[in-house]
Nanobody, 120 residues
């Protein structure tokens, strides 16, 4: 059994910053890609940022230069630092991880989601 637990969401004023964290636990052999997605009301979930185990990253154009993804492989944790937040960043943010279990099966896991609200 694998769990992803997110933390760090909340309410912030435009121009402010937040840091999201997502820790994976359970029957984990290794973690490949980890990333953050977000979902605006009534819209599809979209990629915000992703990181390979080796540290390669990619970002949605809308967050480039403002958001930074990082990970601590020893802690099975991924972070999303969000600076210069805009009202358009308001969404539910989901952590995602591609995890190799102790049985060497590969599966895609999601966190429960954390709300980020940016006010004017």
């Amino acid at each position: 059994q694998v769990q992803l637990v997110e933390s760090g969401g909340g309410l912030v004023q435009a121009g402010g910053s937040l840091r999201l964290s997502c820790a994976a636990s359970g029957s984990i052999f290794s973690i490949n890609a980890m990333g953050w997605y977000r979902q605006h009301p009534g819209k599809q979930r979209e990629l915000v940022a992703a990181s390979t185990r080796g540290g390669s990253t990619n970002y949605a154009d809308s967050v480039k230069g403002r958001f930074t993804i990082s990970r601590d492989n020893a802690k099975n944790t991924v972070y999303l630092r969000m600076n210069s937040l805009e009202p358009e960043d308001t969404a539910v943010y989901y952590c995602n991880a591609v995890i190799v279990s102790l049985r060497l099966t590969v599966n895609d896991y999601w966190g429960q989601g954390t709300q980020v609200t940016v006010s004017l």
